[in-house]
């Protein structure tokens, strides 16, 4: 297992379309993180999984805004209607407990 | 309201200079880390730590939870330190870590 992996790297999606990015973590990790990166800016949570469930969500994630992690495995980041206020940089961290944090090298979606 | 603060918000220095990275937070926290992000997005995590000291290397990372601040230290530096380097904590028992937004170090050789 080399680490947490996601897919795709760079989303480049046109204003009104639906963007689906998937997140792989350290596969004995139980708990999966969403985060958000604008320019500039720290990380901003957006979601968290603990195994199958989502336990948290922030008030960041609109209704246009859809995350699942159906086995407790991999999980999926779905956008619907996409808006250029989306275009940011999506981290995806998980960790064994809430100790420290690995993170996956990010996907960064650009909405035109 | 969980506040996170670094400084400075960005950082020259000559290669071979002792840099010093500070964070402050607002209320009590349970752990700190400290991370390293370069161009392009990945993130890697340097030190998770909740009192005292820890180093690795040239990077030694200190907090005060008396005065609820942290610094991230290098020494020697080297070009290849240059990266954004941020700090994020828990807040008591919360499940999730807030984000200062980073201070970029630029080492020059």
Redesign the interface.
């Known amino acids: 297992d080399t680490g947490v992996s996601q897919d795709p790297r760079h989303k480049i999606t046109k204003r009104g379309q639906n963007v689906t990015f998937r997140c792989d973590p350290i596969s004995e990790h139980n708990r999966l993180y969403w985060y958000r990166q604008t320019l500039g800016q720290g990380p901003e949570f957006l979601t968290y999984f603990q195994n199958e469930a989502q336990l948290e969500k922030s008030r960041l994630l609109s209704d246009r805004f859809s995350a699942e992690r159906p086995k407790g495995s991999f999980s999926t980041l779905e956008i619907q209607r996409t808006e250029q206020g989306d275009s940011a940089m999506y981290l995806c961290a998980s960790t064994l407990d809430i100790s420290g944090y690995t993170f996956g090298s990010g996907t960064r979606l650009t909405v035109v | 309201k969980n506040e996170?603060e670094q400084s400075p918000q960005n950082l020259t220095a000559q290669e071979g200079e002792f840099i010093t990275i500070n964070c402050s937070y607002s209320v009590g926290i349970s752990?700190l880390?400290w991370?390293q992000q370069h161009p392009?997005?990945?993130?890697?995590?340097l030190f998770?730590l909740s009192s005292g000291k820890k180093k690795h290397g040239r990077l030694i990372a200190t907090i005060n939870i008396q005065e609820k601040h942290s610094s991230l230290h290098i020494t020697a530096s080297h070009p290849r330190d240059s990266a954004v380097y941020?700090c994020?904590v828990?807040f008591g028992t919360g499940?999730?870590?807030?984000?200062?937004?980073?201070t970029s170090l630029t080492v020059i050789p």
């Open positions: 996170v752990a880390h991370l392009g997005g990945g993130i890697v995590s998770m941020i994020a828990r499940n999730q870590f807030y984000f200062g937004t980073g």
